[in-house]
């Protein structure tokens, strides 16, 4: 059961807790120990080899920053594993998901438990960029 459950997309409009045991770069994927592999909606990073895609908005911070700027809202780093993903046991998230985005990822809006927002909360670290084609989210403050 518990493979049919891994990577698995979650509903367009579900609530869902993901749990977060790895981070691979600054929007995701976030590996949820529920399942999914969680993509931030509403922002763009970098991708790991430093380029931008020409369809999304391109911040000026390296991706590692950016990874590194989850990692922490995660928790903190606690090891890697062989294919560069972080090991966190990042703090329990309420999310909302907008669908598939992309490849076994659910495009989704979080809350951290203190009730920020993770979109805004990574927005405010300067490592991303709001991506405004995707934005449904709160007016970040």
């Not at 518990?2 to 869902?16: D, E, K, N, P, R």
Request: net charge positive; aromatic share 4%; proline share 6%.
């Amino acid at each position: 059961m518990l493979a049919l459950l891994a990577a698995s997309i979650v509903a367009s409009g579900q609530t869902f807790t993901c749990t977060p045991t790895h981070v691979w770069d600054g929007d995701g994927p976030v590996w949820c120990a529920e399942g999914p592999h969680l993509r931030i909606a509403g922002i763009a990073a970098r991708e790991m080899d430093g380029t931008c895609r020409t369809n999304q908005p391109c911040p000026n911070a390296k991706a590692i920053e950016a990874r590194d700027a989850l990692v922490q809202l995660m928790g903190g780093a606690k090891g890697t594993i062989s294919t560069g993903h972080v090991v966190v046991r990042g703090p329990r998230l309420t999310c909302r998901s907008e669908g598939s985005a992309g490849g076994n990822r659910t495009a989704a809006w979080c809350r951290l438990p203190s009730g920020a927002d993770l979109s805004c909360a990574m927005i405010k670290t300067g490592t991303v960029l709001r991506w405004d084609r995707y934005w449904k989210g709160p007016a970040c403050r």
